[in-house]
């Protein structure tokens, strides 16, 4: 059954950091580029980072960029998002998903939608 | 970034009605690069349609999307029990991938 399930959320005052960890299993890693999503209480959904599946491959949101660092570790099935500098801004639930998106040949990057999430892990920003 | 807009907030409807969702995204979504996705409360959101009108692994067939450009529809056949829930949509042929602010379909 493939399965990914978040942790490492909290709440931290902000300027605080904190590394959420997803660990995977039922399926090959390496295979896939891996996202990053959070919901703020009550609010939609926005796409936070993404990571290619050699983990050189990288992008983020603006609203994120500079600040926080996504990372993976396919020997340990896990994809990481470490977030410093935090705002209460970033309060939210962070999920992590399997991201469709691949590299197609001459054309690059082709961004593609998210089929697997986990149940995600609660960041809360306040002093 | 394209912003998506969906329309209606909340959908109020009894089991068995047919339940109609728009996105209308603020400028053409190249090759209909458009999901849908259902999220229950406290629960990961789920994907139903890519493509656009593509239903993914699993998803029953009363759930059908359509559209292109910057029109998009996702029709909910017959409502079952199971199917209240928040929908959002997301166009991911640009970047950043976009949400919706989502529709809520509620037992009327």
């Known amino acids: 059954q493939e399965h990914l399930a978040e942790s490492g959320g909290g709440l931290v005052r902000p300027g605080g950091s904190l590394r959420l960890s997803c660990a995977a299993s039922?399926?090959?890693?390496?295979?896939?580029?891996m996202s990053w999503i959070r919901q703020a209480p009550g609010k939609g959904l926005e796409w936070v980072s993404y990571?290619?599946?050699?983990?050189?491959?990288?992008d983020y949101a603006d609203s994120v960029k500079g600040r926080f660092s996504i990372s993976r570790d396919n020997a340990k099935n896990s994809i990481y998002l470490q977030v410093n500098r935090l705002r209460p801004g970033d309060t939210a639930v962070y999920f992590c998903a399997r991201d469709l998106s691949f590299i197609y040949p001459n054309e690059g990057l082709i961004l593609r939608a998210f089929d697997l999430w986990g149940h995600g892990t609660m960041v809360t920003v306040s002093s | 970034e394209i912003v998506l807009t969906q329309s209606p907030g909340t959908l109020s409807l009894s089991p068995g009605e047919r339940a109609t969702l728009s996105c209308r995204a603020s400028q053409s979504v190249i090759r209909s690069s458009l999901a849908w996705y259902q999220q229950k409360p406290s629960q990961a959101p789920r994907l139903l349609i890519f493509g656009a009108s593509n239903r993914a692994t699993g998803i029953p067939d009363r759930f059908s999307g359509s559209g292109s450009g910057t029109d998009f529809i996702l029709s909910i056949s017959r409502l079952e029990p199971d199917d209240f829930a928040v929908y959002y949509c997301q166009q991911y042929g640009s970047s950043p991938r976009t949400f919706g602010q989502g529709t809520k379909v509620e037992i009327k």
């Open positions: 039922g399926f090959t890693l390496s295979d896939f580029y």
């Open positions: 990571v290619g599946p050699d983990g050189s491959d990288t």
